[in-house]
């Protein structure tokens, strides 16, 4: 089996280099992607993303529909507020930190949809990944935002 992963590994990256594509990155256990997907919109712009399988993503889809506020915040994301703090039983460390992460932060309890780099620090929880490119979340301001669970 080791053999055979460092095959893929080595062609994976051998891809890359030709291409310029770079390979989806690797799920851990804890962010398994769900059928559960989100519709969020705001300033015009709706966008979704597929929610992973952990509890915090479970308890933030048992909320929806939701009526917030999203507001940019430092250079690399926005956020929103919830109405209250989420099950934190998703917290797993990770090290393949992605622009079009949503995550869940623990110090405010708030929403962080990240639209730039950024570094796990021990305080987010990986909701899900955006479906598509990163542009809605680029629009600057403060905005009502409607999220809701896609069936």
């Known amino acids: 089996m080791t053999g055979l992963i460092n095959r893929r590994a080595v062609l994976t990256t051998a891809l890359t280099a030709l291409t310029g594509v770079i390979a989806p990155r690797r799920l851990l256990a804890q ?3 769900t059928p559960m997907r989100i519709r969020c919109t705001f300033a015009d712009q709706d966008f979704t993303y597929r929610l992973f399988d952990n509890p915090t993503a479970r308890d933030l889809a048992s909320l929806l529909p939701l009526d917030l506020s999203i507001e940019d915040f430092s250079t690399n994301e926005k956020l929103a507020h919830l109405p209250r703090r989420l099950d934190e039983g998703g917290l797993a460390d ?16 708030n929403l962080a949809f990240f639209h730039d780099d950024y570094r796990y620090r021990g305080d987010l929880i990986r909701l899900g990944r955006i479906e598509g490119p990163v542009a809605p979340l680029l629009v600057r301001g403060t905005y009502p935002l409607r999220i809701e669970l896609i069936h």
């Open 31 to 33: 962010d398994r992607e």
């Open 94 to 109: 990770y090290d393949d930190e992605a622009p079009g992460d949503l995550c869940y932060f623990r110090g405010w309890g």
